[in-house]
Every structure is written in structure tokens, then in C-alpha cells.
């Protein structure tokens, strides 16, 4: 095989950007199904059934999907910028899917 001199990146391939934008996109709907459905479950509820109820969450309320990928968002950037603070947006990220959760209609 011929590499480039520079290596692969996501721009040196043919519809490269596009598909890092939809792996991205993708990404982030299942971590706020993720945090969503940490936010639904119960002790002693299937996790199963938590997740399927996030996913009816994420799809009838996406006012609160937004507002949940935007903390995402801001957790990664705080933490890239200061990697200790990974750990405790992990606690700020679940106080705001509780939230989102709370003032869901679903």
C-alpha cells in the first residue's frame, strides 16, 4: 500500500469531513441516551427497560436532548482544557440529565 507522506487524516479521504461529522453526531445521541437512561433508572429497574424509555425520552423531548448535548459538549471542552476535571463533570453531567429528566413531560 502507498501512504501519504503526511498520514491519513480526515480531510485526505473523499467525503472524509462528512463522515466524521455524522460518527460525531452519532456519538453524542448515544451518550445523551446514555445519561438519559442513568438518569431513569431505578434500583431494582432493568436497564433494559430504562434505556428503551431514554430513547422515547430523546426522540419526544428534544428540547432536553439539546440541552443535554450542550453540557456534553462543555464537560469535553472543560476537561480537554484541564484533564482533573474530568471526574468531577462526570457529577455535573448526571446532576444535569437528572434535571432534564425532571422537567420532562414524557
Excluded: F, K
Excluded at 455524522?22 to 456519538?27: F, K, L, M, P, S
Excluded at 422515547?56 to 459538549?73: E, K
Excluded at 469535553?76 to 482544557?81: E, F, T, V
Amino acid at each position: 500500500m502507498i501512504y501519504p507522506a503526511g498520514g491519513w487524516s480526515s480531510t485526505s479521504r473523499p467525503c472524509g469531513p462528512a463522515v466524521l461529522a455524522g460518527c460525531a453526531t452519532v456519538a453524542a445521541a448515544a451518550a445523551v441516551v446514555g445519561l438519559r437512561a442513568a438518569a431513569a433508572w431505578r434500583p431494582g429497574a432493568s436497564w433494559r427497560r430504562a434505556i428503551a424509555h431514554a430513547g422515547r425520552c430523546a426522540a419526544g423531548a428534544p428540547r432536553g436532548s439539546q440541552l443535554l448535548a450542550a453540557a456534553l459538549a462543555a464537560a469535553a471542552a472543560g476537561a480537554w482544557a484541564l484533564p482533573p476535571l474530568a471526574v468531577p463533570m462526570t457529577g455535573c453531567l448526571q446532576l444535569a440529565a437528572v434535571a432534564v429528566q425532571r422537567r420532562s413531560p414524557l
